[in-house]
T-cell receptor
């Protein structure tokens, strides 16, 4: 069965620090990978996605993620965080064989940025 | 409307009562998903629809939970004989047909409190 692991439950950084949030998935076939973000009091929204092509994908607000197939990983990075990046971040995976299949989410990583 | 709409936004109910949660997906989106988000927890998959059928309802926690979708549009999640452990935010999402890697768009959720 598909699963997603986010090992960092709560990350605290100072502004301008670099960020890397880990995401590993368990699925042997072709996958689509996503990072969603939930800002305080707001709904979940897409940060970036990967489904084919260049394994380094860039998203909104300076975020990027790299798909490393051999490591089953899709880590999220940002070179310099801002206080406004304080949010909960969710990694997610779906089967790449279907245009619609259930989306499996990780448990989330809460990011707190000290101003 | 332009986004996924959920109603009510908040629901307080007495233990043992039945509740219905409604989701209006984005027009034209054929896939619809229900998730549950408990305090400090990730997103727990409940069920997803492709059109009016539910290929995967494996996440429904018990037979007190059911969901239906009519006309390929609105979906209702029903919880019978509510229990305190049902208290959570129930999220609905929809996605467009066609290309793989299509993202899911989330509603604001319904916060259910069972007292």
């Amino acid at each position: 069965a598909q699963s997603v692991s986010q090992h960092n439950h709560h990350v605290i950084l100072s502004e301008a620090a670099s960020l890397e949030l880990g995401c590993n998935y368990s699925y042997g076939g072709t996958v689509n990978l996503f990072w969603y973000v939930q800002y305080p009091g707001q709904h979940l929204q897409l940060l970036l996605k990967y489904f084919s092509g260049d394994p380094l994908v860039k998203g909104i607000k300076g975020f990027e993620a790299e798909f490393i197939k051999s490591k089953f990983s899709f880590n999220l990075r940002k070179p310099s965080v801002q206080w406004s990046d304080t949010a909960e971040y969710f990694c997610a995976v779906t089967s790449g064989y279907s245009s619609a299949s259930k989306i499996i989410f990780g448990s989330g990583t809460r990011l707190s940025i000290r101003p | 409307g332009a986004g996924v709409s959920q109603s009510p936004s908040n629901k307080v109910t007495e233990k043992g009562k039945d509740v219905e949660l409604r989701c209006d997906p984005i027009s034209g989106h054929t896939a619809l998903y229900w998730y549950r988000q408990s305090l400090g927890q990730g997103l727990e998959f409940l069920i997803y629809f492709q059109g009016n059928s539910a290929p995967d309802k494996s996440g429904l926690p018990s037979d007190r939970f059911s969901a239906e979708r009519t006309g390929g549009s609105v979906s209702t999640l029903t919880i019978q004989r509510t229990q305190q452990e049902d208290s959570a935010v129930y999220l609905c999402a929809s996605s467009a047909p066609g290309a793989m890697g299509t993202e899911a768009f989330f509603g604001q959720g319904t916060r259910l409190t069972v007292v």
